[in-house]
């Protein structure tokens, strides 16, 4: 046996070495692709397929063929100013009024807001909250007398939340409280 037939001990702890690197980044490739849902956000993935959903746990992210995004579930507060509102008889009202809305994570009202609410940041989606809840707040004065939305502050703000509830759920948000601060003759 000669010299020559023999592999040099270098060449074999190179292809190992190269090998070891080889499987090491194929497994940290894979460790990186699997996305987890934080506290207080869904993780929404969408590709080839449609939309699925985690909010608790995870799941592995198909590169090339699928992305992620995470959708935030803790509520948002919106304030309300509404000038010239006009009542049944007339007369135009000031109404300051406050709400909180969230994303319901069910599978129906993710898919919702997946569809209209991802990508947007949370001062956008209030926007978007605050627009409707002002719709139902100036919806629920107009079929009262001005004495009636004066005296009865929590009323105007449960006809409003049930007025804005079926626009929002439509984007995936549900009320979750109402509040009437004041209501006052402009």
């Known amino acids: ?18 090998g070891c690197l ?24 969408w590709g080839k397929r449609s939309f699925s959903f985690a909010v608790v746990g995870g799941r592995f992210v198909y590169p090339v063929i699928e992305h992620y995004a995470r959708l935030p579930l803790d509520g948002l507060h919106v304030d309300l100013h509404l000038v010239s509102v006009r009542t049944a008889d007339g007369a135009d009202m000031t109404i300051e009024a406050e709400a909180r ?11 919702a807001a997946a569809e209209h609410l991802l990508g947007k940041t949370k001062d956008e989606i209030a926007v978007l909250a605050g627009a409707v809840i002002e719709r139902g707040c100036r919806q629920a004065v107009r079929y009262l007398s001005a ?7 929590a009323a105007v703000a449960t006809k409003a939340g049930e007025l804005s509830e079926p626009e929002l759920t439509a984007v995936g948000l549900v009320v979750v409280g109402t ?4 209501v006052s003759v402009a």
């Open 147 to 153: 004495a009636e939305a004066s005296d009865d502050e």
């Open 22 to 45: 080889f499987w090491v980044g194929v497994g940290a490739f894979l460790a990186s692709r699997y996305k987890r849902a934080t506290p207080g956000k869904a993780l929404v993935v």
């Open 179 to 182: 509040t009437v601060r004041s």
């Open 101 to 111: 809305v969230k994303i319901e994570p069910s599978e129906g009202m993710l898919g």
């Open 1 to 18: 046996m000669q010299n020559d037939d023999i592999v040099p001990c270098w060449a074999v702890a190179v292809v190992l070495s190269a």
